[in-house]
T-cell receptor, first 116, second 114 residues
Framework: KAGVTQTPRYLIKTRGQQVTLSCSPI?????VSWYQQTPGQGLQFLFE???????NKGNFPGRFSGRQFSNSRSEMNVSTLELGDSALYLC???????????????FGPGTRLTVL | GENVEQHPSTLSVQEGDSAVIKCTYS??????FPWYKQELGKGPQLIID?????GEKKDQRIAVTLNKTAKHFSLHITETQPEDSAVYFC?????????????FGTGTRLTVIP
């Protein structure tokens, strides 16, 4: 079974621009979560989508947004990029997180975003 | 929210020796504790996980122990090999109405010296 795929793998943008990252979960997985990884803050949860709805959100500004499509693929968008948004953005998928039981999350290789 | 602390931040061991990484968590409602291995240029890879109804779990050279009373859990790697060199992250989560995001520790860079 193919793993989680993320595109693009590398991205360079300038301050003020916006960016869209894509994630395709493992086949059959319905939940997609996004994390930001930086040397200073480590791995931090951005948001989780299930059945095309955002079910959970971390402590990030509204410039960070996402969506999920009917085939469970997900995108995240960052508007008005800042230098501090430079990070590795990781997507993780799990079978179903319907509450009461935490399903195992499998991570993709990430998208390395550099903001100049 | 949950706070996960991880120690040590770096660990060097001789090939064949054992390595132990420890984590503590703050939220007594956390009930799921995975460990991930991250190699350079790759995403975190799940290596083992444990749920709060189990005290210990083992998979070949890797084992995890959980002490719910003390709110800490540990990763044990025996007979270490050079390919075990990577950054290891612990995490904690609790499933509550769909809120099951992972809270990660700060990572341990393990170096296995041949």
């Amino acid at each position: 079974k193919a793993g989680v795929t993320q595109t693009p793998r590398y991205l360079i943008k300038t301050r003020g621009q916006q960016v869209t990252l894509s994630c395709s979960p493992i086949s059959g997985h319905r939940s997609v979560s996004w994390y930001q990884q930086t040397p200073g803050q480590g791995l931090q949860f951005l948001f989780e989508y299930f059945s095309e709805t955002q079910r959970n959100k971390g402590n990030f500004p509204g410039r960070f947004s996402g969506r999920q499509f009917s085939n469970s693929r997900s995108e995240m968008n960052v508007s008005t990029l800042e230098l501090g948004d430079s990070a590795l953005y990781l997507c993780a998928s799990s079978v179903d997180t319907s509450g009461g039981y935490t399903d195992t999350q499998y991570f993709g290789p990430g998208t390395r975003l550099t903001v100049l | 929210g949950e706070n996960v602390e991880q120690h040590p931040s770096t660990l060097s061991v001789q090939e064949g020796d054992s390595a132990v990484i420890k984590c503590t968590y703050s939220d007594s409602a956390s009930n799921y504790f995975p460990w991930y291995k991250q190699e350079l240029g790759k995403g975190p890879q799940l290596i083992i996980d444990i749920r709060s109804n189990v005290g210990e779990k083992k998979d070949q050279r890797i084992a995890v122990t959980l002490n719910k009373t003390a709110k800490h859990f540990s990763l044990h790697i025996t007979e270490t090999q050079p390919e075990d060199s990577a950054v290891y992250f612990c995490a904690a989560s609790r499933a509550a109405g769909g809120a099951n995001n992972l809270f990660f520790g700060t990572g341990t860079r393990l170096t296995v010296i041949p």
